[in-house]
Nanobody
Framework: VQLQASGGGLAQPGGSLRLSCVAS????????LGWFRQAPGKEREFVAA????????RYVEAAKGRSTISRDNVKNALYLQMNSLKPEDTAVYYC????????????????????????WGQGTLVTVSS
């Protein structure tokens, strides 16, 4: 089972990037999916997550209004559109699949813990700098 993240790179402040993550080896249509990021010297942190059908989407406060998470269950893919990028968005971004199939959660804190996810991509580096 593999999650392959891509789409990172160098962007200017105010610019946009679209991250992609494609899964192979099994389907994740029954699992929530998420994006996390890790900046140098910091712990991995939640960015966004999406439920199995896309009905529920959650974002860290810093990403709200600037990012959109989406998925394509036919392609077994996950996306993160990031706009109005800021230097503090610089980090390695990881896609991940939730460990529980058919798990739905709509309350505060849902899908936000690193330890809820047991499949991880290799990460793609996003650098925001002028």
């Amino acid at each position: 089972v593999q999650l392959q993240a891509s789409g990172g790179g160098l962007a200017q402040p105010g610019g946009s990037l679209r991250l992609s993550c494609v899964a192979s080896g099994r389907t994740f249509s029954d699992n929530a999916l998420g994006w996390f990021r890790q900046a140098p010297g910091k712990e991995r942190e939640f960015v966004a997550a999406i439920s199995q059908t896309g009905l529920i989407a959650r974002y860290v406060e810093a990403a709200k209004g600037r990012s959109t998470i989406s998925r394509d269950n036919v392609k077994n893919a996950l996306y993160l559109q990031m706009n109005s990028l800021k230097p503090e968005d610089t980090a390695v971004y990881y896609c991940a699949a939730h460990s529980r199939r058919d798990y739905y959660c709509a309350g505060d804190g849902c899908y936000e813990r690193v330890d809820e996810y047991n499949y991880w991509g290799q990460g793609t580096l996003v650098t925001v700098s002028s």
